[in-house]
């Protein structure tokens, strides 16, 4: 998998006086159905999340507050995305290894995923990462 496929989507919002409404419809808004959704929160400031990969999972990556990184890498080329807009996301494909830092205090990360939780699915390790895309070109 290229980080080519990785892209900021724009959500559908409503503006209005009285607040802002953001969209996500799943298949339209963003490209897969999901299956499960999880927020990571109560990250101290300026930490980092360890990085894994997924096989077979695609994720949409939303900064609902503050904001955070994320740092993508397809093991040829590595970068860096700046979510702080809850009105934005990030699409990750799967075989994308991907970490998480630069948190501001009281950032929430929401994540929608194109799968239930499975242990199996996760590569934890940089280099055995980089070796499963190898085996696999």
């Not at 494909?93 to 799968?115: G, H, I, K, Q, Y």
Request: glycine fraction near 6%; aromatic fraction near 12%; hydrophobic fraction near 35%.
């Amino acid at each position: 998998m290229s980080i080519d496929k990785v892209h900021i989507i724009e959500l559908k919002t409503i503006r209005d006086r009285r607040g802002n409404l953001s969209i996500i419809e799943s298949g339209e808004s963003i490209p897969f159905e999901v299956a499960r959704t999880y927020w990571i929160y109560d990250v101290p400031g300026g930490a980092h999340r360890t990085g894994h990969a997924f096989r077979t999972q695609h994720e949409f990556i939303v900064a609902l507050s503050g904001s955070f990184d994320v740092i993508l890498d397809d093991g040829r080329e590595r970068k860096r995305f700046h979510l702080c807009r809850s009105h934005y996301g990030l699409y990750v494909p799967n075989m994308m290894w991907r970490e998480l830092d630069n948190f501001s205090t009281n950032s929430v990360a929401m994540v929608l995923s194109s799968t239930l939780y499975d242990a199996r699915d996760y590569i934890e390790d940089y280099t055995a990462y980089c070796q499963e895309l190898k085996d696999n070109e």
